[in-house]
């Protein structure tokens, strides 16, 4: 393949390799891939030893609610000088992935972060402890259900909308940010009485 292909000539190396079982999307910058997590390992052998991305950037996960997690990589050629987004899906029930540790070295941060903040485990990694959250830290907090705890002890700066303040634009429909849970469903619903203190 020549330097700096374009992305059809990327698309046709894809189908050629994985048929059907893949999908492509030209974005900006760059091709997007998507494959079944079975061929998880495959696709980033391929694209690193025939498609010369040798680079490894990034890795992340996206929480995609009832459809699981997305796992996302970015890798890149420094000899042809393309872009490649490689991403997979891993069920919300059971969210366990193979490590790309043993294609990328790169990658085994990035797979320790993943599965702090998102809860995916990626089976074979050398190393897969917490890696930035404090000792003894419960969940993960870039899950979407995840209650922020900050948003539900003290209002959300956000939370007065036009017309609350008696002035100003109608109100216009409440919308909760993400973090913060319905009124009454997580914490303390009221602040315990104060101690009653014996009379002097």
Do not use: Q
């Amino acid at each position: 393949m020549s330097a700096n292909p374009d992305p059809a000539a990327l698309t046709a190396a894809w189908t050629e390799r994985f048929g059907t079982e893949i999908t492509t999307e030209e974005t900006f910058g760059g091709l997007a891939v998507g494959v079944p997590s079975e061929h998880w390992l495959a696709a980033l052998t391929f694209a690193r030893d025939e498609l010369s991305c040798g680079f490894f950037d990034w890795l992340t996960g996206v929480d995609e609610l009832a459809d699981g997690f997305a796992v996302v990589v970015h890798v890149y050629s420094l000899e042809r000088r393309h872009h490649l987004l490689l991403r997979t899906r891993v069920p919300r029930a059971e969210p366990v992935l193979p490590t790309a540790t043993g294609v990328y070295r790169g990658a085994s941060w990035h797979e320790r972060e993943t599965f702090e903040m998102f809860g995916v485990v990626f089976e074979g990694h050398p190393h897969l402890v917490p890696l930035l959250l404090p000792d003894g830290f419960e969940g993960n907090p870039l899950r979407k259900e995840f209650v922020l705890a900050a948003r539900v002890a003290k209002p959300w700066p956000g939370a007065k909308e036009p017309g609350e303040s008696g002035h100003g634009a109608p109100s216009r429909r409440r919308v909760r940010p993400p973090g913060v849970p319905e009124e009454g469903t997580w914490g303390p619903t009221r602040r315990p009485p104060a101690p009653e203190t014996p009379d002097a």
